[in-house]
């Protein structure tokens, strides 16, 4: 299939094959930041040389020493840790007093910045998998109508013409299977990605929340 053939069918395709195009360009992208995303995320090792490292800065230096670890040290732990620290500090000036309720919130907390962080962009993979098949047909139909008055106007006494135009139109319907289809399928592997990282770090999570939970405990009982 030579490079001409590809170029023709896509400029036979009409104006749709753009905002097609576009959505193929975003989800390659897409697909491709979240993969190495994934690839970057810490090991067991590192997960638990990043807990001690940040403990030993919240208790030698304090919450704003934490703070400014935070924003020097990124990675979806680091960006985690610091959800918990900032609801934390939310509930330090609402006075809370029940620890177990304190520890809910916090894990509550882990789930909503880790899910946030792991699962970037990936609505928008769900939705070119959605949108792609509907611009497509939309395009089909636009063409259609296009060659159906075509063939009003000359009369439909030449089939090789008439199927010329109802071809051109299918173009659309095609490439927006082309670019769904795919797109579908990384939404799926990266979400189950996802989730599997989440589970991964959530351990280490839920450890930082109840190193809060006990700093909480032995500030109210000094």
Not at 11 to 17: D, F, I, S
Not at 149 to 162: C, K, S, W
């Amino acid at each position: 299939m030579s490079e001409n053939f590809i170029v023709g069918q896509f400029l036979k395709g009409g104006p749709m094959m753009w905002p097609l195009l576009i959505c193929s360009l975003i989800s390659l992208g897409v697909a491709i930041d979240r993969l190495l995303s994934y690839l970057r995320l810490p090991s067991e090792e590192e997960a638990e040389a990043q807990l001690t490292e940040v403990e030993s800065v919240l208790q030698n230096g304090g919450e704003a020493a934490a703070v400014e670890h935070f924003k020097q040290n990124k990675g979806v732990l680091n960006f985690v840790f610091a959800a918990l620290l900032k609801r934390y500090d939310s509930l330090v000036l609402e006075n809370r007093t029940d620890l177990e309720d304190m520890r809910q919130e916090l894990v509550t907390v882990t789930e909503e910045a880790g899910i946030e962080y792991l699962g970037r962009l990936l609505n928008a993979l769900g939705t070119i998998g959605v949108l792609a098949p509907l611009m497509g047909l939309l395009g089909t139909i636009v063409g259609m109508i296009s060659a159906f008055d075509a063939i009003a106007q000359a009369g439909a006494g030449d089939p090789a013409a008439v199927a010329n135009g109802i071809s051109q139109a299918l173009i659309t319907t095609a490439s927006g299977l082309i670019v769904a289809i795919p797109t579908i399928v990384f939404h799926r592997y990266l979400s189950a990605r996802a989730d599997k990282a989440f589970k991964d770090i959530e351990l280490y999570c839920h450890a930082f929340a109840n190193t809060l939970v006990v700093r909480f405990g032995e500030q109210r009982e000094e």
